[in-house]
């Protein structure tokens, strides 16, 4: 058996929590990254062979940026973007995360931690 640098995932592996978000990147960026899923920009999300394959276009360049997603011998998420992104997980790859799905209702936590239910109080105030 050769030695692969690479564990083989689940697919739940790529489910988070919005703890586990909140450990991989700050808020704003998931918040641009929640937009993102929401604007439907992640035109594609797949788990194969023990990645997460996607395809997310930028809401700036709106440039259709294929990405990947894995865990390394560590158990370490990796990241690979067509943005080409330094160290750590990118925008897209967020987006992709939050598209594929969330672990529990962390959903609407994120959106309540973002501010989404103060929705009112902004209307109210443009009278
Ligand atoms: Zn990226």
Redesign the pocket.
């Known amino acids: 058996m050769s030695q692969d640098p690479r564990i083989g995932a689940e697919p739940t592996d790529f489910l988070f929590d919005t703890e586990e978000l909140y450990a991989l990147a700050d808020g704003a960026l998931i918040a641009k990254a929640l937009r993102h899923a929401h604007d439907n920009r992640v035109t594609h999300v797949a788990f194969g062979e023990g990645e997460l394959i996607a395809t997310?276009e930028d809401e700036d360049q709106e440039e259709q940026?294929d990405?990947r997603l894995g865990y390394d011998a560590d158990g370490n998420l990796w990241s690979s973007?067509?943005?080409g992104?330094g160290s750590g997980i990118?925008?897209?790859?967020l987006a992709a995360l939050l598209a594929y799905g969330t672990a529990g209702d962390a959903d609407s936590r994120i959106e309540d931690a973002l501010g989404g239910g103060h929705r009112g109080t902004h209307q109210a105030r443009l009278r």
Do not use: E, I, N, P
């Open positions: 997310v940026l990405l973007c067509d943005c992104a990118c925008l897209h790859g």
